[in-house]
Nanobody, 121 residues
Framework: QVQLVESGGGSVLAGGSLRLSCAVS????????MAWFRQTPGKEREEVAR????????TYADSAKGRFTIAKDNAKKTLYLQMDNLKVEDTGMYYC??????????????WGQGTQVTVSS
């Protein structure tokens, strides 16, 4: 059974930092496309950062570029999202996700329960 468990969310002031973690089990962890998504009330879930199956190629939403860093630790089977210089508009529920296959175009099919990030001014 695939399980993704996020942690690390919380409340911070604008300009602060948080590091989200996502522990993965039940799937082959190495060489698998993974991503972080964010959802806010009234909006569709949006992809914030993606890490390709090579573990090196990254893609970021424009809003995250230069402030967020996605990375993984294969030994710990954990995906991270380092978020720096947080803004109020970064507030939302953050979800970890991985794909049905191993390539990104197989579609994100597995999701964690989410971790809340709240940024205040």
């Amino acid at each position: 059974q695939v399980q993704l468990v996020e942690s690390g969310g919380g409340s911070v002031l604008a300009g602060g930092s948080l590091r989200l973690s996502c522990a993965v089990s039940g799937v082959t962890y190495d060489y698998r496309c993974m991503a972080w998504f964010r959802q806010t009330p009234g909006k569709e879930r949006e992809e914030v950062a993606r890490l390709d199956r090579d573990g090196k190629t990254t893609t970021y939403a424009d809003s995250a570029k230069g402030r967020f860093t996605i990375a993984k630790d294969n030994a710990k089977k954990t995906l991270y999202l380092q978020m720096d210089n947080l803004k109020v508009e970064d507030t939302g529920m953050y979800y970890c996700s991985t794909v049905r296959g191993t390539f990104c175009d197989t579609g994100f099919a597995y999701w964690g329960q989410g971790t809340q990030v709240t940024v205040s001014s």
